[in-house]
T-cell receptor, first 110, second 117 residues
Framework: EDQVTQSPEALRLQEGESSSLNCSYTVSGLRGLFWYRQDPGKGPEFLFTLYSAGEEKEKERLKATLTKKESFLHITAPKPEDSATYLCAVHNQAGTALIFGKGTTLSVSS | DTGVSQNPRHKITKRGQNVTFRCDPISEHNRLYWYRQTLGQGPEFLTYFQNEAQLEKSRLLSDRFSAERPKGSFSTLEIQRTEQGDSAMYLC???????????????FGPGTRLTVL
């Protein structure tokens, strides 16, 4: 069964303290791994798509990487405005529905 | 680019009442998805449309749920005889599926928060 597991569930950082979020996935034939950011009470905001092992994408302080079994979202020198829940998802085998993990809630304090 | 919009943003109803939500996708997008999200969980897939055709439904979509996308534009999600367990955030997403590709990027709306009393 296709499955996505994210860790840790929650992460507290000081401003400027870099860290990584993990997303482990089990899927038959990866058709894309997606990272979204979600603020409280809002819909997920698209960040990155990764398609093959070794691929990397960057946006401001965020960098996403992909291996055959997991993806990492690296946050470099975070700021309080980076506080949010970060969701990881993969396509189902049909390439339609997204299968999400439960997310990692990041809190960055100044 | 106006993004995906959803109305209403919040809905409070009593158990047993019917509710209807609306989603307006990004204008050129041919796929439209509905998801449900409860507190502390990631979104869960409910159903999706390719243009006006409803092509896939989750087992989460009970007989009380119905979705339409007339003319391949906006979509509505109706829940009949609401139950307290239906309380959740209902999210709509849209994407552009290009011919010859096997994947798409889904863009989400702000969601409709349903509370069933």
């Amino acid at each position: 069964e296709d499955q996505v597991t994210q860790s840790p569930e929650a992460l507290r950082l000081q401003e400027g303290e870099s860290s990584s979020l993990n997303c482990s996935y089990t899927v038959s034939g990866l058709r894309g791994l997606f990272w979204y950011r979600q603020d409280p009470g809002k819909g997920p905001e698209f960040l990155f798509t990764l398609y093959s092992a070794g691929e990397e994408k960057e946006k401001e302080r965020l960098k996403a990487t992909l291996t055959k079994k997991e993806s990492f979202l690296h946050i470099t020198a975070p700021k309080p405005e980076d506080s949010a829940t970060y969701l990881c998802a993969v396509h189902n085998q049909a390439g339609t529905a997204l299968i999400f993990g439960k997310g990692t809630t990041l809190s960055v304090s100044s | 680019d106006t993004g995906v919009s959803q109305n209403p943003r919040h809905k409070i109803t009593k158990r047993g009442q019917n509710v209807t939500f609306r989603c307006d996708p990004i204008s050129e997008h041919n796929r439209l998805y509905w998801y449900r999200q409860t507190l502390g969980q990631g979104p869960e897939f409910l159903t999706y449309f390719q243009n006006e055709a409803q092509l896939e439904k989750s087992r989460l979509l009970s007989d009380r749920f119905s979705a339409e996308r007339p003319k391949g534009s906006f979509s509505t999600l109706e829940i009949q005889r609401t139950e307290q367990g239906d309380s959740a955030m209902y999210l709509c997403a849209s994407s552009l599926q290009r011919p010859g590709t096997s994947t798409d990027t889904q863009y989400f709306g702000p969601g409709t928060r349903l509370t069933v009393l």
